[in-house]
């Protein structure tokens, strides 16, 4: 499968605290995309970071890429009890025009 | 707002009664795609049209088809829905041809087969 991997699974965390999710991944991409999906709901972009870049920033969001080790982080800062959602990687080889989502987090914000 | 617009939020359907799903966008976006989402899973693709061009996943059962009349609208149509074809289905779109850009999603519709 070209499949990316999450890890953790599931995440539950205080609302306050940081939260960091991880994506591995296992060709070459040209950039690699996160998207949150609230329940019963449609992907929400989040952020995009191309290849030949190592961390972006947008407001509590980082994310950093690593393509020697393929692989990605996504950080929330200062969690609220709203983030709590699934949030999913997805690689972008190019060309194609398609994504291959990773397993997904999913993320609970205890209040 | 440009979106992406999904129709129904919820269908029933009977095993083995035809339906349609439809999705239209204001974004004029080149590309769209159907996505199957089942409970705790990650969207599958199903298949994609780049402009009129179709594209089908080789994983994608012949039970699903789609139509694209125009830029605006796409349809998902399932000739013989079975027990196992109960999930989400997710629309999105991107400009095409441009690179590095994001997919925008539906709400999504979920099926449910009786």
């Known amino acids: 499968s070209q499949q990316g991997e999450e890890d953790p699974q599931a995440l539950s965390i205080q609302e306050g605290e940081n939260a960091t999710m991880n994506c591995s991944y296992k060709t070459s991409i040209n950039n690699l995309q996160w998207y949150r999906q609230n329940s019963g709901r449609g992907l929400v972009h989040l952020i995009l970071?191309?290849?030949?870049?190592r961390e972006k920033h947008s407001g509590r969001l980082r994310v950093t890429l690593d393509t020697s080790k393929k692989s990605s982080s996504l950080l929330i800062t200062a969690s609220r009890a709203a983030d709590t959602a699934s949030y999913f990687c997805a690689t972008d080889a190019g060309g194609a025009q398609k994504l291959v989502f990773g397993q997904g987090t999913r993320l609970t914000i205890n209040p | 707002d440009a979106m992406v617009i999904q129709n129904p939020r919820y269908q029933v359907t009977q095993f083995g009664k035809p339906v349609t799903l439809s999705c239209s966008q204001t974004l004029n976006h080149n590309v769209m795609y159907w996505y199957q989402q089942k409970s705790s899973q990650a969207p599958k693709l199903l298949f994609h049209?780049?402009?009129?061009?179709?594209?089908n996943e080789a994983d994608t059962p012949d039970n699903f088809q789609s139509r694209r009349p125009n830029t605006s609208f796409c349809f998902l149509d399932i000739r013989s829905p079975g027990l196992g074809d109960a999930a989400m289905y997710l629309c999105a779109t991107r400009a095409g041809g441009i690179g590095n850009q994001p997919q925008h999603f539906g709400d999504g519709t979920r099926l449910s087969i009786l």
């Open positions: 049209y780049y402009d009129k061009d179709f594209n």
């Open positions: 970071i191309r290849s030949n870049e």
